[in-house]
């Protein structure tokens, strides 16, 4: 089945430095990839919408500046927390659009949208 | 903008019962999917279920069913027969499709632990 790389599942780092988070399509190509962020105990927040060659899409009150995301191929989006701060401490997942079923996903049964394994942040 | 709401935060049932996880949703589309995701201690997202708002017909898949009242903006999940690896955080999810026809990021409720005992 389609796996979505997630790399690293663990980073610790001290405040002020930034963190680069990688999401990697293995087995299929991606044009939209998804970054959520999941407090403890809370639900997940779709933070931004990343598309292939063109800008992200932030959610209203996600800073862009802070989190920088790249998609520069089909099968790679990155998330860089940058000036990391304690407050940014999180897990943070992202998942990706299966392309070429992307027609078929509205007709069949089978979702184009995999997960990541997560990758928790703590800043110190 | 959609909102899901997952009025149980937590619940608790013996193994092999069978449990329903209430989730309602607000939203002004007409053409839209609900899920339900399954998050185990391991934080993986697994899908459990979805519908297709178009279906009249409740989805089913395995032990796992939903029922859909779409006028009511209801998306109940019926877990039967319960087992001990159930137990895990659910999340109800809302996406309406992106433009251009893809995919859009998901909404999801603030989710129930549920607990299956021995």
């Known amino acids: 089945g389609a796996v979505v790389s997630q790399h690293p599942s663990r980073v610790i780092c001290k405040s002020g430095t930034s963190v680069k988070i990688e999401c990697r399509s293995l087995d299929f190509q991606a044009t939209t990839m998804f970054w959520y962020r999941q407090f403890p105990k809370q639900s997940l927040m779709l933070m931004a919408t990343?598309?292939?060659?063109?800008?992200?899409?932030?959610e209203q009150g996600v800073e862009k500046d802070k989190f920088l995301i790249n998609h520069a191929s089909l099968t790679l989006s990155t998330l860089t927390v940058t000036s990391a701060h304690p407050e940014d401490s999180s897990f943070y997942i992202c998942s990706a659009n299966d392309r070429d079923r992307t027609d078929l996903f509205w007709g069949s049964y089978n979702s184009p949208l995999h997960f990541g394994n997560g990758t928790r942040l703590t800043v110190t | 903008a959609q909102t899901v709401t997952q009025s149980q935060p937590e619940m608790s049932v013996q193994e092999a019962e069978t449990v329903t996880l209430s989730c309602t949703y607000d939203?002004?589309?007409?053409?839209?999917?609900l899920f339900w995701y399954k998050q185990p201690p391991s934080r993986q997202m697994i899908l459990v279920i979805r519908q297709e708002a178009y279906k009249q017909q409740n989805a089913t898949e395995n032990r796992f069913s939903v029922n859909f009242q779409k006028a009511a903006k209801s998306f109940s999940l019926k877990i039967s027969d319960s087992q001990l690896g159930d137990t895990a955080m659910y999340f109800c999810?809302?996406?309406?499709?992106?433009?251009?026809?893809?995919?859009?990021?998901?909404?999801f409720g603030k989710g129930t632990h549920l607990i299956i005992q021995p």
């Open positions: 990343s598309n292939e060659g063109s800008k992200a899409t932030y």
């Open positions: 939203t002004s589309e007409n053409n839209y999917y």
């Open positions: 999810a809302f996406m309406k499709p992106g433009s251009g026809g893809g995919a859009d990021g998901l909404t």
